[in-house]
């Protein structure tokens, strides 16, 4: 069964940028496909597939199931270009973490990583 795309990856033991760049596409890119911050396209989907050898369909089916569950991360934004991406805080701040902002975060994924260790919270991010 397919699972999303970061797990998918996972399972293969591919490196992030490794699998970027054999996709043709930068990794923030990645990150953002992988994080569910982007929508990602049919032709995209078809190149991941062929990749993962498995049927676009499932593998759209399987991220679209992953990012209904899936948290991008509370109030940090990405932004690309001129896209910017915000994601309004759904919870109060716990009095009893330590804050973090993080400045220049890209996709992300610094923010995601102290979140997901349960012991900071990002306050924002630009």
Known sequence: MISDI?????????????????????????SKWERGLVSIEQIDFDALSRQFVCAP??????????????????????AVHDEVFVFERTQQ????????????????GFSFGLESTGYFQVTGGI
Do not use: H
């Open 93 to 108: 701040l716990a009095k009893n973490k330590p804050k973090v902002l993080d400045l220049f975060c890209g996709a992300g």
């Open 6 to 30: 970061r797990s998918e990856r996972l399972k293969r033991k591919i490196a992030q940028k490794a699998f970027a760049r054999a996709l043709g596409i930068p990794v923030t890119e990645l």
């Open 57 to 78: 369909t499932d593998l759209r089916r399987a991220q679209e199931e992953y990012l209904v569950c899936a948290t991008p991360g509370e109030g940090y934004t990405t």
